[in-house]
């Protein structure tokens, strides 16, 4: 820990907005990952069950309550979907895109608020960069190059201060990538499902 802190005290005043960013950047990884794992439902088997259960012109009652059972956007979907299978194809098209709609944002929430530390990370970095010279430039201006040490360490700070902004950055870039490749992912899922659901319904597909 002793050497942490000298770390962090050798980076300049900068470090403790990095070190903010860092902690808020891991909280949300993990919560993403909690909420999209949570999220994620396997569609082949929840619309073979949905067959199962229902037909056309019968009751839904069995279908709804194995939907809400699987839960995940593509379970609150299916469930709209089913409570209006009654309807024309149209009516339950457009229910079941308002309630994807409705689940998109859960599924994105956060991940702009990790591209905004993906931003300023690196510029936190690069305000530590410029506080570290001119640190040494006052240094040097004052004693002259007689006393390097206090000129090395502005320099010192300059660089903690920049690599830990742009590691930040990168980290965040991996973590921010991944998470939007995941929620297009169970978008792109909600689209299919939600079309073979509307299919099965309406009889264009058995």
Not at 35 to 49: C, I, M, T, Y
Not at 109 to 127: D, E, F, S, W
Request: with cysteine; aromatic share 6%; hydrophobic share 45%.
């Amino acid at each position: 820990m002793n050497e942490v802190g000298k770390f962090i005290q050798n980076g300049g005043v900068m470090m403790y907005p990095l070190i903010l960013c860092s902690i808020i950047l891991v909280s949300l990884a993990i919560e993403r990952a909690f909420v999209l794992r949570k999220a994620s439902v396997d569609g082949d088997e929840l619309l073979e069950e949905v067959k199962k259960l229902f037909s056309r012109g019968g009751d839904a009652a069995a279908a709804i309550t194995k939907a809400q059972e699987f839960g995940g956007p593509i379970g609150r979907m299916f469930v709209r979907g089913l409570k209006n299978a009654s309807r024309q194809a149209d009516a339950i098209e457009m229910a079941m895109e308002q309630e994807a709609a409705n689940e998109t944002p859960a599924l994105e929430a956060n991940l702009p608020i990790v591209k905004t530390i993906v931003n300023i990370a690196p510029l936190l970095g690069l305000l530590g960069t410029i506080a570290g010279m001119i640190t040494s430039f006052r240094a040097a201006s004052q004693q002259g190059l007689s006393n390097p040490t206090q000129i090395l360490g502005g320099i010192s700070e300059a660089l903690i201060s920049t690599a830990t902004g742009i590691t930040l950055a990168v980290v965040g870039f991996i973590i921010y990538n991944y998470y939007a490749n995941v929620v297009r992912k169970q978008v792109e899922d909600m689209e299919y499902y939600g079309a073979e659901l509307v299919n099965y319904l309406t009889g264009r597909l058995d």
